[in-house]
């Protein structure tokens, strides 16, 4: 039995979204990896994640603009 520690709030579709590192703030890099699947990396941290775990916090609105 799996059990939730946290409920995830993540929007349904990631448009109008930016993808941010959850440790730095920096905007994030996708990347193709060797295996088919994308990651986004952060340059500045050296840190990474694969698209299938992306935290809620790594997800940012775009600034509305007009």
Not at 29 to 56: F, P, S
């Amino acid at each position: 039995m799996k059990i939730k520690l946290r409920e995830e709030v993540l929007p349904a579709s990631g448009r109008g979204y930016v993808h941010v590192c959850p440790h730095c703030g920096a905007e994030l890099t996708l990347y193709d990896l060797r295996d088919g699947d994308q990651a986004y990396w952060c340059h500045a941290c050296q840190k990474g994640q694969r698209i299938g775990e992306v935290l809620a916090e790594a997800l940012r609105p775009l600034a509305q603009t007009g």
